[in-house]
């Protein structure tokens, strides 16, 4: 079975490949700067930090990590709760004008974010929101919604109706019903919703660098922007700062590959 | 949610309360803006002044004989045509080969695909600097002796579109695999048995058992990697700003700078509409197949 192998062999190629430019990303952010005369797949052959130190502090690369932190969990977290509420409304509660809610959330699942930025821009500004993070959350949540609206909608169409028929029977609220029985069931959702919206938040650059104009509230992205084009030649700074900016979204990963996956061809639209 | 459960109340105010918080973020800073744009297109608003002054159809008069919008346009269907070809070929082709492989599937997989959450900004950061004159790609090609096709990627009128292009398969071609394995894994095993009974090669089964079996499938990968490609600002504004001269500029980087840039926010959001446009007739597109799909 010489077929097994060849095939085995092309996948492999192809997977070293694949790697290759984030292996040598972070070969080059190790590499002591008289290491860079080497060509750039020789690895380190002495480990150094210093140009993460280098970046993180006087790069400013501490303060831009834990902006993007900041906006991404609250993202996350906010998300989830709007985002399942409003699914549980659509699947759980009798109400007029259901059909034109879901025509009206689907529309979002067609606007891209690049073509509308401009007046986004001028709402932002025009609630005093501009340079403040809670405008780039704000915004963030707007043109996403839609996705997980029906990411929930589609998980709470499968949860059986005699669950929460039992419930009202019991007495209990709309919003018990949410919180206790609704919503304990419809964990991989909630995973699904938090792992994509963190991942979504923490990449983007375009809102960003729009409605974020001053250092102190810049995210990694507006920071690595900034920095490349001021240090185009620091090869090292710009790998270290790479690595910073990629790495907690690459363990995310690695620990919920599964959950990624999944995620990411249910909400492809986006 | 304090209420009664029963009374006449809780009934009408329940929905109202589940979508409110939902509902507002997304008309404010979504639908109104999508409205917006529109608006604005048909205006010569410079974004500052508090009064803006209707001009009709003049914005999109001035699309159709605006050079640089033509050029732009053009260089975002060839951008997307070769995005297409990468994603949907060589996707299709990766992924037919990763499901006949049982060793190490799952560290194949993960490495193709972990390029997928990798930041378009840090994407651009890293192909940057792999396409320099004297970045890796050039000394890879001097080390195997093929100097002579050593170029400053980036800097070329002919290649650079080809160069981003190809950055962007790397780092979006994981999701095409994935969804193709989906689709591969719902081909019936009997029809592969008999395909071999009948004494067809492997490629002859791939040929005429796994392509048509895999139609749907393709359409869903060819309209999703339409649109997203369509929809590329981060990569391109973070390499090369649409440059050299114009040779990298597509319509959302055009756009930003006549818009946000000049303050042109009318012509700016013309350009926005005429990316409106394409990108809802895709994604309308997508969600028909899928739904045929579905059922």
């Known amino acids: 079975m010489y077929g097994r192998w060849i095939l085995l062999f092309a996948l492999g190629v192809i997977a070293v490949l694949m790697a290759s430019p984030l292996i040598l990303t972070v070969f080059t952010s190790l590499k002591p700067s008289t290491e860079l005369v080497n060509p750039a797949w020789y690895p380190p052959l002495s480990v150094t930090f210093e140009h993460y130190v280098r970046v993180w502090t006087d790069g400013g690369f501490s303060r831009y990590f834990f902006n993007t932190l900041l906006i991404s969990v609250i993202d996350a977290a906010v998300m989830i709760v709007i985002a399942s509420l409003a699914a549980y409304a659509m699947v759980f509660i009798e109400f007029r004008g259901k059909l034109a809610l879901q025509i009206l959330f689907l529309i979002g699942l067609m606007i891209p974010v690049t073509a509308i930025v401009l007046p986004l821009f001028q709402i932002v500004r025009s609630f005093g929101l501009l340079n403040t993070h809670f405008g780039v959350i704000l915004a963030d949540l707007a043109l996403a919604v839609s996705v997980f609206v029906f990411m929930f909608t589609s998980y709470f169409v499968g949860v059986p109706k005699a669950l929460h028929e039992a419930a009202r029977i019991d007495g209990a609220t709309e919003f018990q019903i949410y919180r206790r029985v609704i919503m304990p069931i419809a964990m991989p959702a909630v995973v699904t919703t938090a792992l994509l919206e963190f991942l979504w938040s923490w990449n983007d650059l375009l809102l960003r660098l729009l409605l974020l104009t001053q250092d102190e509230m810049r995210t990694l992205s507006v920071g690595l922007l900034n920095f490349q084009g001021t240090m185009t030649r620091d090869v090292t700074g710009l790998s270290s700062g790479t690595v910073i900016m990629a790495i907690p979204v690459v363990i995310l990963f690695l620990f919920f590959q599964r959950h990624f996956v999944r995620g990411m061809t249910a909400g492809a639209v986006k | 949610m304090f209420l009664d459960p029963d009374s006449k109340w809780a009934h009408r105010l329940n929905p109202v ?279």
């Open chain 2, 17 to 295: 309360l589940f979508l409110l918080p939902a509902l507002t973020i997304y008309i404010v800073f979504a639908i109104y803006p999508t409205i917006s744009v529109i608006e604005y297109s048909f205006t010569s608003w410079d974004g500052i002044s508090p009064d803006r002054e209707y001009v009709g159809l003049a914005n999109y008069t001035r699309l159709f004989t605006d050079k640089i919008f033509w050029e732009a346009f053009r260089n975002t269907f060839v951008w997307s045509g070769v995005i297409i070809v990468i994603n949907v070929g060589l996707g299709l082709v990766i992924a037919a080969m990763l499901a006949r492989v049982w060793k190490a599937r799952l560290l194949i997989q993960t490495c193709i695909v972990l390029p997928v959450v990798i930041s378009p900004m840090a994407v651009a950061t890293i192909w940057r600097w792999m396409y320099q004159p004297s970045g890796v790609i050039n000394q890879m090609l001097e080390t195997i002796g093929l100097g002579g096709l050593a170029t400053p990627w980036l800097g070329s009128p002919e290649i650079v579109l080809y160069a981003l292009a190809l950055a962007h398969s790397w780092s979006t071609i994981g999701l095409s695999v994935i969804i193709f394995l989906a689709g591969l894994q719902a081909v019936d095993e009997d029809l592969y048995e008999a395909a071999k009974v009948d004494g067809a090669t492997p490629v002859q089964a791939f040929r005429y058992v796994t392509l048509p079996a895999l139609r749907p499938v393709t359409a869903v990968v060819f309209i999703l990697t339409l649109t997203q490609s369509f929809k590329v600002f981060d990569l391109v504004w973070a390499t090369t700003k649409g440059g050299p001269i114009r040779f990298s500029e597509i319509l959302s980087t055009y756009m930003y700078k006549r818009g946000a840039l000049e303050n042109q926010y009318g012509y700016g959001s013309a350009i926005g509409v005429s990316l409106l446009v394409i990108v809802s007739a895709a994604t309308i597109l997508y969600m028909q197949i899928q739904n045929r799909e579905d059922r």
